[in-house]
C-alpha cells in the first residue's frame, strides 16, 4: 500500500505561481511513475492528466501546461512536486497526486487550486 499526501494549494491571482507537493509513504520502493491530475467541479468530470514523471525521470506534460508547469522528483524525500508558473483561471481545479504500483494506481485525497483573473 501507497499513502500520497498533497499539499500547496491555495488560491493565486492570474500570473501567480504555487508548488505542490505531494508526499509518498509505505510501499514506496513499488512506485513506477508519479503524476499529478486534476479535475474541475461536477459531477462526471473526468480527471486529466496534468503532468508524470518515471521512476527513471522521463516526464511528460499536457499541451495546456507545456512551458508553464514542471514535474520533479526526490526520491530520497519521496516527494514529487509540480511548479506552476503563469497560473492562468482555466487552471482552477483540485490537483490530485497519483503514484502507479503495478496496474493499481494510488490517489491522495486533493488539493484545490483556485486562480482569479
Known amino acids: 500500500q501507497v499513502q500520497l499526501v498533497e499539499s500547496g494549494g491555495d488560491m493565486v491571482q492570474a500570473g501567480g505561481s504555487l508548488r505542490l507537493s505531494c508526499a509518498a509513504s509505505?510501499?514506496?520502493?513499488?512506485?513506477?511513475?508519479m503524476g499529478w491530475y486534476r479535475q474541475a467541479p461536477g459531477k462526471g468530470n473526468e480527471r486529466e492528466l496534468v503532468?508524470?514523471?518515471?521512476?527513471?525521470?522521463?516526464?511528460n506534460y499536457a499541451d495546456s501546461v507545456k512551458g508553464r508547469f514542471t514535474i520533479s522528483r526526490d526520491n530520497a524525500k519521496n516527494t514529487v512536486y509540480l511548479q506552476m508558473n503563469n497560473l492562468k483561471p482555466e487552471d482552477t481545479r483540485v490537483y490530485y497526486c497519483?503514484?502507479?504500483?503495478?496496474?493499481?494506481?494510488?490517489w491522495g485525497q486533493g488539493t484545490q487550486v483556485t486562480v482569479s483573473s
Open positions: 497519483n503514484a502507479e504500483v503495478g496496474l493499481i494506481d494510488h
Open positions: 509505505g510501499d514506496i520502493f513499488s512506485i513506477n511513475t
Open positions: 503532468a508524470a514523471i518515471s521512476s527513471g525521470g522521463t516526464t
